[in-house]
Structures are given as C-alpha cells and as structure tokens.
C-alpha cells in the first residue's frame, strides 16, 4: 500500500492549497479516507473523513467551513482543498486510510506572512 501526498508550502493567512494523495496497492476499491495532521510538539489531529463514493465527508469543527475533501476515484486520488488558511493551521499534513495503520509520508503546510 502506497499514499503519496502532494500540494504543500507556504503560504499567507488568508491564502488557499490543495492538497493531494494518490492511493496505490490497496485491493478494497474505494475506501474511507481521511486527511490527519500533526504540528510541531502536538498530538495528531483528525481533519476529515470522505466516503468511498465521495458523497459525504465529515470535518474537525477546527476546519469546517473553510476545508472541503473531495476524491477522483477513477484516479485514487484524494484532496484536501484548504481556504482561509490560518497560522494555527501550520502542521504537516498526511492521508490515511480510514481504520487502517497506512499512511503517507505526508506534506508540510505553513502559514505565515
């Protein structure tokens, strides 16, 4: 199983990314994925989870509103498309695998003017 994130950077607050994760190797098609995130010296942070149809998703109350995940199953890619960034939302940012140990590498967003 391989989850490659992509998409992050810097950028200033107020500012917009999308991120991305491609998903190879899994045998179930279309499973629950979710985006997590850790920042500096604090415990990892559930974002958001997206159905395996991409019809529902449910977000931290820390990002709802302002993030929105989205997948392409004919591509097994997920995103995270990010606006109205914050500093407090500076972390590296990973996907997994909903209920599963597999995660990516992840991909670092800063926030900063």
């Known amino acids: 199983v391989r989850l490659v994130e992509s998409g992050g950077g810097l950028v200033p607050p107020g500012g917009s990314l999308r991120l991305s994760c491609v998903l190879s190797g899994f045998t179930l098609s279309s499973p629950y994925m979710s985006w997590v995130r850790q920042a500096p010296g604090k415990e990892a942070e559930w974002v958001g989870t997206?159905?395996?149809?991409?019809?529902?998703?449910q977000y931290a109350p820390s990002v709802r509103g302002r993030f929105t995940i989205s997948r392409d199953n004919a591509e097994n890619t997920l995103y995270l498309q990010m606006n109205n960034l914050k500093p407090e939302d500076t972390a590296l940012y990973y996907c997994?695998?909903?209920?599963?140990?597999?995660r990516g590498q992840g991909t670092q967003v800063t926030v900063s003017s």
């Open positions: 997994t695998i909903a209920g599963s140990m597999h």
């Open positions: 997206i159905s395996g149809s991409g019809t529902d998703a």
